[in-house]
């Protein structure tokens, strides 16, 4: 099994939300937010992303209106 590697994830990590105890943990940070019916950060363009709404189906209305999820 791999190590995880959350200091070089963190660089990546575009969640927004500061107590969040998963940064860069991204194992950890998909399976809380699958169990919350939910998506992760990453997966939201910024502007969206800094509205905490990581819906599914927020994600899909982006995806379907802006034509990618980045």
Request: aromatic share 12%; net charge positive.
């Amino acid at each position: 099994m791999r190590e995880c590697t959350a200091q070089k994830n963190i660089t990546h990590c575009n969640c927004t939300y500061e107590p969040c105890s998963k940064k860069g943990i991204c194992c950890e940070c998909l399976q809380y937010h699958l169990r919350m019916g939910q998506l992760p950060a990453c997966v939201f363009p910024k502007d969206l992303e800094k509205t905490y709404d990581r819906s599914i189906e927020t994600f899909i209305k982006t995806y379907q209106t802006r034509g990618k999820w980045w």
